[in-house]
């Protein structure tokens, strides 16, 4: 038998290459490698602060008594759970007395059910609606729709874009009024607007063209001064001239989803703290300004009143420790109080998901399954008060939330991972995937980021007089005001945020979206339609092969299976002319024809509701099959009521 010793050299070489040379193509081709791409400041989440490039060998923690820990990377996934990999059968025997308490938990069982149904009772829910609700007032909430990009050039100025310089404004209000969940945890930290989502920054920069080649100058603003500081600090690990993109990308997902981090990484993010804001304000100073070079041609920039810093800055300095840290986080998420939320959760997603979710609740660190959590030694301090109490939701957290999770899924399959199985370890990957592109694209373009902590109706009245030195022709290409119609009325954010719209630019627009535009008539809604289930129930037993099994579908305190049609049957539902209405009740139309602004008859830059492709403009339901409802309503918690809106120039100079 010839033995090829130079093709299995080769193949060894590609198992157990070094994770920092495997890197992003577009990194890696790039014409100007700079010295940060070789070096290693050790913050990834892998051995020896190694970054994760791709899913590790499970028995990676372990290969019994006397031997090292596994370095290799998965090959085979286990058959049964599809949550773990191993290099071989050998690792797989290994692992089984460790794996087996994961592989054989009930909820992998497809016959699984909550603890209400088990026990013939009625649920005991904060909620009583099926989805997460998108309009919860926390800090952590369900947006109610995937990022989207907030230009979209190819269906706007489109290839007249390309060259000219545009400014961009996401801004919203958020709601005061504090929630049952939200008192819960001191009820510090209220809602944000899905405008001022990191997220939609990403994203609006992720799909500028190829060829743009114009300065763009994106200003967020948020007056919630937790939420503003954090998406600081992120922005400022991720784009800040130092550690590789590589390494930058993987701490700034950490610093997104985990609570806690490995310690050199914990180290970096205080170095990073510390260059934004130094070591402290002096007295009598009424302002926060800063400007950070980024590793490209634009700065990012951050203004805000003084006295909003000092509470994010006692979180990022606090001194508990990880224990305090994580007994807070799993008392919030393992409140006996909220089981039967957290059951209502889980009993829509599939066996392998709800164990992903669940091991996430554990661990509190989105990671591929199979990755040693060894290094993660510190609080993530951005996660935590400064007494180290838990400031994330209840029972609802799932960081697919606002996510493309048929994205996520392709970018798993790239990355060797099942996103039948682990697809949370499939996010971990997008999510560093989408900031390392992020971070690419302002390295090489030129974009300044402006993030603002102020009042959004103070702020437009600023801005409108020149208070901003970088917009002071105080005209936007785009301005999303988010949910704000939600918190002070349409007529309101049209009269704040309309006049500043670029008359010059016939392109551009003012977006926003409503959540709660059903409120004052519920029943222009199915799920809020009391009729609904009667009328649901009359047809399916007009079926006759069906009256057997609706008997016990129908029977049962709150069914699983019929709290979840009942949530997907706003999907029928054509709600288009109701809301036409609630703007006209909103004077929307009258308000607009005063500003010299009208209403779009076709959405331009986000369809009118979610689930409808952008250019399928007659299309008024969406027309998705059983996998790609799952994934865009049950996993990424998409608001079927969800409605938007996009505002147009009428007059121009």
């Given amino acids: 038998m010839i033995v090829d010793y130079r093709h299995y050299r080769e193949v060894l070489s590609r198992i157990k290459r070094p994770m920092f040379a495997i890197s992003n193509h577009s990194e890696s081709n790039s014409s100007s490698q700079s010295l940060e791409s070789y070096m290693s400041y050790g913050l990834g989440s892998g051995v020896n602060g190694k970054t994760v490039s791709q899913v590790p060998c499970s028995n990676m923690a372990s290969r019994g008594s006397g031997l090292d820990a596994c370095s290799n990377v998965g090959l085979m996934a286990c058959s049964q759970c599809s ?59 369900n947006s109610g729709c995937p990022a989207y990009d907030c230009l979209q ?26 929630s049952a969940l939200q008192k819960v945890s001191d009820s510090l930290f209220p809602s944000i607007s899905a405008a001022g989502d990191i997220r939609n920054l990403v994203e609006t920069v992720n799909s ?30 991720l784009l800040t001239p130092g550690p590789s993109i590589e390494e930058s990308a993987e701490l700034a997902a950490h610093l997104m989803y985990s609570a806690c981090l490995p310690e050199t990484a914990a180290s970096y993010m205080r170095y990073c703290v510390n260059i934004i804001y130094g070591d402290d304000l002096n007295d009598g100073e009424m302002s926060f300004q800063t400007a950070l070079r980024t590793r ?26 990880l224990a305090k840290a994580l007994g807070s986080m799993k008392g919030v998420f393992h409140d006996p109080f909220y089981t039967d939320d957290r059951h209502k959760l889980l009993s829509t997603l599939k066996p392998a998901h709800r164990l992903a979710l669940y091991h996430f609740w554990q661990t509190g660190i989105l990671a591929p399954f199979s990755l040693d959590l060894k290094p993660f030694k510190s609080p993530n301090r951005l996660m935590f008060t400064p007494q180290g109490e838990w400031i994330g939701n209840i029972s609802d957290v799932n960081p697919l939330h606002g996510w493309d999770v048929s994205a996520v899924r392709r970018t798993g399959i790239r990355t060797g991972i099942d996103p039948m199985g682990d697809i949370l370890g499939c996010l971990f990957f997008h999510v560093k995937s989408e900031l390392r592109e992020f971070s690419m ?52 954010s049209l009269a704040d945020w309309g006049p500043l719209l670029n008359k010059k630019n016939d392109s551009s627009c003012l977006i926003m979206h409503s959540k709660k535009w059903h409120e004052e008539s519920p029943a222009s809604i199915a799920r809020n339609n009391p009729r609904a289930v009667k009328i ?5 037993k007009s079926v006759p092969s069906l009256k057997s099994q609706l008997k016990t579908f129908f ?27 609630y703007l006209e009740t909103q004077e929307a ?11 779009r008859h076709m959405n331009l830059v986000h369809p009118k509701r979610v689930g409808i492709p952008l250019h399928a403009s007659s299309q008024k339901l969406p027309n998705l099959s059983k996998e790609e409802f799952y994934d865009l309503f049950t996993m990424g918690g998409a608001d079927l009521t969800m409605r938007f809106a996009e505002f147009k120039c009428t007059t121009f100079p």
């Fill in 153 to 178: 050039l190819e269906h706007n100025e489109g290839l007249d874009g390309l060259g000219k310089d545009s400014k961009i404004c996401m801004t919203g209000e958020f709601n005061n009024t504090p």
């Fill in 208 to 237: 500028l063209p190829s060829g743009f080649t114009g300065k763009l100058d994106i200003l967020l603003n948020n007056s919630n001064t937790i939420v503003l500081n954090r998406m600081l600090v992120i922005l400022c690990v």
């Fill in 296 to 321: 490209g041609r634009g700065k990012l920039y951050s203004a805000q009143p003084a006295v909003s810093i000092k509470r994010p800055m006692e979180m990022f300095a606090s001194t508990y420790g």
């Fill in 441 to 492: 694209r302002v390295k090489e373009l030129n974009i300044n980021i402006h993030l603002l902590q102020y009042d959004s109706r103070l702020l437009s009245k600023g801005i409108s007089i020149g208070v901003l030195p970088a917009f002071y022709d105080a005209s936007f290409d785009r301005v999303d005001v988010g949910d704000m119609g939600d918190q002070i009325g349409v007529a309101e």
């Fill in 83 to 141: 949550l773990v990999k191993y290099c071989s059968g050998r690792c797989q025997r290994q692992h089984w007395s460790k794996h087996r308490l994961e592989c054989e938990h009930p909820y992998l069982d497809p016959g699984w059910e909550p603890e209400w149904m088990a026990k013939n009772r009625q649920p005991s829910l904060s909620d009583s609606s099926f989805l997460p609700p998108s309009s919860s007032s926390e800090v952590y909430k």
């Fill in 536 to 540: 649901l129930m009359e047809r399916c």
């Fill in 555 to 581: 029977k049962g305190p709150q069914s699983p299976s019929l709290v979840r049609l009942m949530a997907s049957l706003d999907a029928f539902v054509d709600h288009e002319r109701a809301f036409m209405e």
């Fill in 589 to 599: 139309q009258s308000t607009g024809t005063s500003l010299g602004i009208s209403l």
